[in-house]
């Protein structure tokens, strides 16, 4: 996989391990807005409003983002905004990533990512693919990108900001539908999210 023409120079990393992304969503809803992000959230011409929020640590934030009449559970498009404060390197947290992808490769043969640098800016992005099953065994493919930057949230503390874009279909005949459609879905989806607006730009 190869990332189009967008400004970023392809770039494979390897580093830390943290925790920014699952497959299978929560099995219950919470929301409180702790980034200051309340939504809803534009992109594509669609409007994503704040479905669930999670705190796993004191330093970490996550909050997700979907349309009318999607669940965090069952969903087909998904916004993600999330929060880790510290002096983490925009580097190792995509290598992070990378390297839990790199170990899902193992049960997962879907496995697939790129990743790209904005050098004018030093943001990174990161786009994957993988596979899992859903609690009835049927296949879910999910395709996700991921833009990661060095940012400051609404209290002034700095930290790595991430703003992604997540797609999913479920059962054999919508995966491979889904997974025929993804050549011209993903590269489209990969320009608006480098090109959007970040949730943590100054408001």
Known sequence: MSLPPSGYAIRVL???????GVLIGPASAQVKDDLN???PISFDGQSYALAWSSHPSANYIKQEYLPKAQTVERYSEMLLVEFLK????VADAVG???QKLNARKG?????????GKNDATGEMLLDFLMSDKDNNGDIVVEWNAYRYARVTNAKGEAGIGLFGVSRRAYGNDS????LGALKTLRPAQIKLLAKATSPFAAR
Request: hydrophobic residues 55%.
């Open 14 to 20: 390897s580093a830390l391990c943290i925790a920014f």
């Open 37 to 39: 992000v309340p939504g």
């Open 86 to 89: 510290g002096d983490l390197k």
């Open 96 to 98: 992070a990533q990378m």
């Open 107 to 115: 049960t997962d043969p879907i496995v697939k990512m790129a990743v």
């Open 175 to 178: 995966a491979k539908t889904f």
